[in-house]
């Protein structure tokens, strides 16, 4: 089970990670500390806008739960907020870590495919962090996040980007493609 981001990668996870990032530190300091262990977002999909009271919220790659529990917090009671990761693990830790918070009323959904769950024009918001570069099915995931957001809904997230053509020997590489 994924406890610890600590040391598996390359930038600073857990609550260092967050602070780096730019997350507001009164949901950094009132998170519990199994929310931050497990956290290694790529960026901060808060920063791109903001979520209002009663929003409906997606989280895809929900991991650990932090950016889940941070979506509650700023929807409040009166919004929804769900998420969904392709390991159940992941999905066991994020609810446990969620209760520990105080807010098991976030759904969190195991899913085996880009298939999200849910009915069209369901969401205000779908925030992702750091997973839909690991998607091999972009385009369906993509057509799938629109499927789901409301008109005029919005898309706010943080991933990794190549800037640069890779070697052969790492473009060829599963191993380099699944880092």
Known sequence: MAISSEGKFAYPTGRAGAEAL?????????????????????????????????????DIGSGAGFDLYVAGRLAGKTGRICGIDLTREMVERARKNLAESGMSDI?????????????????????????????PCKQELFEEIFRVLKNGGKLQFADVVLEKELPDKLSNSPEAWSQ
Do not use: M, R, W
């Open 107 to 135: 759904e969190v959904s195991h899913i085996s495919s880009e298939k999200i769950p849910f009915n069209a024009n369901t969401f205000d918001i779908v925030i992702s962090n750091g997973v839909i570069n690991l998607s």
């Open 22 to 58: 730019g997350y507001d530190p009164v949901f950094i300091n009132e998170a519990s500390p199994s929310l931050l262990q497990s956290f290694c977002g790529v960026g901060n999909p808060f920063s791109l806008g903001e979520i209002q009271p009663g929003n409906t919220v997606l």
